[in-house]
């Protein structure tokens, strides 16, 4: 029987299982870790006015400068990045002053080099998004900033350079695009996360009490496991259901980025985010876990870490990014998918701010991104 300390979550699709044993377990829970997994999963961010590309780190928002885009006008700037299916990215390069069209590059990511595929006539494109089937989305504003008209979704087509309407968005001052969950999302300065019909255009508010941050327009996109990533001047992870955000880790980056996208790797990075709003019911999830694994939550109040775990315990020497106010919130049973779940259960207005939260991946003594709840 677990105590009140901890929760042991068993999914639908996974087998019972006996507790493990407590005094060990929690011994651990005591403790701090630094040594992580490599991977090639990553985020690529692409600099807004001098082409520069980054690799942005999952866990840590420490960016990496890696190349700088072959195509270099000052009279023009990045506004959109995107993956196919076959992981190759498109950027959109908008005429700063001249308003007359935007010019679709593959880039490579490595080198900078870049070919341009299309030429089109939309003027503003300030997001680009693949589709089902690589049909390619935008969304640009019609009259290029000096009316604050709302935003149009366009198809383009990557042969011809064609431009086809679907519809108007409804919403005004949005500044990115991504696919996922059967749907588009952007984000609006004035709305905050909104999805968008692919086949109608229609813009619909996420969460119309909540708008967050203004500076998410920057870029956002989902990782093969069904993340989403938002940056401004720090990394985020967007909940989907609510339109709140959990800060990830603050972004070392010194300029604008114009545009993110995920490059999968082999294995899904494990990752905590949160759900739901403080003074009222939150909840925590994760991915990437190990299949039918443990996975404890650990919460602390105030600064960051590191501290050790002590030895003769699971995980012993691992450190934690948080601080020696740590303490248990739950132990969870991971689904074959490596997803577990925990809450929602009631969170106090004064744990905005304050609160960190880790997640410890007790199979493979791995520790998720540090998470902030911030609203």
């Not at 108007?168 to 059967?182: A, E, I, Q, V």
């Not at 996420?206 to 990394?235: I, K």
């Not at 990437?288 to 960051?304: D, E, W, Y």
Request: charged share 10%.
């Amino acid at each position: 029987m677990v105590p009140a300390c901890g929760i042991l979550y068993l999914p639908s699709d996974a087998p019972p299982v006996a507790p493990t044993p407590l005094k060990p377990l929690f011994l651990a829970l005591c403790f701090f870790l630094h040594s992580r997994t490599v991977s090639a999963q990553q985020l690529i961010g692409l600099e807004f006015f001098n082409g520069e590309i980054y690799s942005i780190d999952l866990h840590s928002g420490q960016a990496t400068q890696i190349a700088t885009t072959s195509v270099d006008n000052h009279l023009w700037l990045w506004h959109a990045l995107a993956r196919d299916s076959s992981d190759r990215l498109f950027a959109g390069y908008m005429d700063l002053f001249a308003n007359s069209r935007t010019e679709i590059y593959e880039l490579d990511p490595i080198t900078g080099q870049c070919v341009l595929r299309a030429t089109s006539p939309l003027a503003a494109v300030v997001g680009l998004a693949f589709g089902p089937g690589d049909v390619l989305y935008a969304v640009n504003d019609p009259t290029a900033g000096s009316s604050g008209a709302q935003f149009d979704l366009h198809t383009i087509d990557l042969t011809t350079g064609a431009t086809t309407l679907v519809g108007n968005t409804g919403f005004t001052k949005l500044g990115s695009l991504t696919y996922g969950d059967g749907t588009l999302w952007s984000y609006s300065g004035i709305a905050g996360l909104i999805r968008i019909d692919p086949a109608t255009g229609i813009g619909t508010d996420v969460n119309p009490g909540f708008r967050g941050p203004l500076d998410f327009m920057e870029g956002h996109c989902f990782s093969d496991h069904g993340v989403m990533y938002q940056v401004d001047t720090q990394l985020w992870i967007q909940d989907t259901l609510t339109g709140v955000p959990t800060l990830a880790g603050p972004l070392n980056f010194p300029g604008v980025l114009g545009g993110i996208e995920y490059l999968p790797g082999p294995t899904s990075p494990f990752t905590l985010g949160t759900q739901g709003l403080t003074n009222g019911p939150m909840g925590v999830q994760v991915w990437g876990a190990t299949p039918l694994g443990q996975v404890v939550i650990l919460r602390a109040q105030g600064g960051g870490g590191p501290s050790s775990v002590p030895g003769g315990n699971p995980c012993a020497g691992t450190l934690l990014d948080l601080n020696a106010s740590r303490t248990p919130v739950a132990v969870l049973r991971a689904n074959a998918s490596g997803y577990a779940r925990f809450g929602p259960a009631m969170v106090p207005a004064s744990a905005a701010g304050t609160t960190r939260l880790q997640a410890l991946d007790l199979a493979a003594c791995v520790t998720s991104n540090l998470a902030r709840i911030i609203y």
